[in-house]
């Protein structure tokens, strides 16, 4: 026999040899066999295994699964050190009275007084009408004997005006503008200084824009006599002044 149908012969023992080993593990009961869970209804169930071997009935339990539901957490209060939560308001065991305040507890006003009237008992002694400001206007003296000395002024800004390019449409028809827009100019200065003419001592001082707001009209008054002298400056303002000052006293 040669070598080839010897192979051939020895494939096809190895080959029988496999077949029966399998074909006998197959037919051997096992001692722990494998046990098949099947579906199951409601109820009580049977454990169910190949036919060469067979259990006795036993009853399964299913296990009882938790089941969650999500909520929205309920929020705790939580006490900050040193602090406690009110929880329900307090009870009163006395009686409350209302009580109207009294006069000196009232807020006061702290807008500023409108000038006084000035018209009775007290005469001009300087004024300006609509005075352009461009640096600073001649200095005004006055021996004050009687006081008050009060000064009345009002600014007027110079009105500048910008040219505003714009564009816009009529239902469908394009039109195009220069506007003017009038405006104050923020560059506006006024200053009313009341000096000490002997010293050159700055008594009181008062004005419009910068330092001073841009509040008008605005008052001035003197209240201790001396003989004093009025500097008035300005830019870009007008200005309407009028100095006033008892007679008695301080007119012959």
Do not use: C
């Amino acid at each position: 026999m040669d070598e080839t149908n010897l192979s051939v012969v020895i494939g096809v023992i190895f080959l029988i040899l496999i077949v029966n080993t399998t074909m006998l593990f197959s037919l051997t009961p096992v001692v722990n066999p494998a046990v098949i869970a099947l579906p199951v209804q409601e109820g009580p169930s049977v454990l169910q295994t190949t036919d060469s071997f067979k259990s006795s009935p036993a009853p399964i339990v299913n296990p009882v699964i938790p089941v969650t539901t999500a909520t929205s957490p309920i929020p705790v209060p939580v006490e900050a050190p040193g602090q406690k939560i009110a929880t329900d308001p307090p009870e009163y065991y006395v009686t409350m009275e209302p009580q109207e305040p009294d006069e000196d507890d009232l807020p006061q006003i702290i807008q500023p007084e409108l000038p006084r009237q000035t018209d009775v008992g007290y005469v001009t002694i300087f004024s300006l009408k609509n005075q352009s400001l461009f640096d600073k206007q001649p200095r005004v003296s006055f021996n004050l004997v009687n006081p008050p000395l009060i000064i009345e002024y009002n600014v007027t800004p110079f009105t500048f005006s910008d040219i505003k390019y714009v564009e816009y449409k009529v239902l469908s028809t394009p039109h195009d503008a220069n506007i003017l827009v009038d405006r104050p100019y923020e560059g506006t200065w006024v200053k009313v200084v009341v000096k000490d003419k002997i010293t050159g001592e700055i008594v009181q001082e008062d004005g419009f824009g910068n330092v001073f707001g841009k509040q008008t009209p605005r008052e001035m008054e003197i209240y201790k006599t001396g003989n004093y002298v009025f500097e008035i400056s300005g830019a870009y303002a007008a200005i309407d002044l009028t100095m006033k000052v008892k007679k008695e006293g301080n007119i012959p």
